[in-house]
């Protein structure tokens, strides 16, 4: 049995593609400010499964589950990272370095050998690494519907 083809109304196949593109859009880079500082942001652009994935599997022997949720939220960090700005006065202006070591000894934080440990020096609290982590990991997750819906009518 043959299903029949159905014909959308250009105006709901417009609203599709609308919702489509907006879906799109929220995996661009997003700026957010780093905990601990008013003037120090972080860019990240959202990981794809792949890497998270690898994150994952590099984490999952570490025994204890904190150290190991912390590790996997740090190193998600430092993956997602395009660059850290300093806003100061209405200018931004691009510090040239990425979360981590480099961004650590320019901040006077010592002590760190790798990236993952400088993150836990500039990060205030184990868990700033974890909401901040699951925040740019909210960069990727599908938007609310109803949301769509609303901002799909307004531009109709």
Do not use: W
Request: hydrophobic share 35%; net charge negative; proline share 6%.
């Amino acid at each position: 049995m043959e299903l029949p083809k159905v014909a959308f109304p250009e105006s709901l196949a417009e609203r599709l593609r609308t919702q489509r593109q907006q879906y799109s859009d929220h995996t661009t880079e997003q700026t957010f400010k780093v905990p601990g500082f008013r003037e120090l942001y972080a860019r990240y652009l959202p990981l794809d499964y792949r890497t998270v994935r690898r994150i994952v599997e590099r984490c999952d022997p570490i025994p204890d589950p904190a150290t190991r949720d912390l590790e996997a939220a740090a190193d998600s960090l430092l993956a997602a990272c395009q660059g850290v700005e300093a806003h100061i006065d209405g200018e931004t202006h691009d510090l040239g370095c990425k979360l981590g070591k480099q961004l650590a000894d320019t901040l006077g934080f010592e002590g760190a050998e790798t990236d993952r440990q400088a993150l836990f020096l500039i990060f205030p609290s184990e868990m700033a690494v974890i909401t901040e982590a699951n925040r740019v990991k909210d960069m990727t997750e599908e938007p609310d519907e109803d949301e769509l819906l609303k901002n799909s009518q307004a531009a109709a």
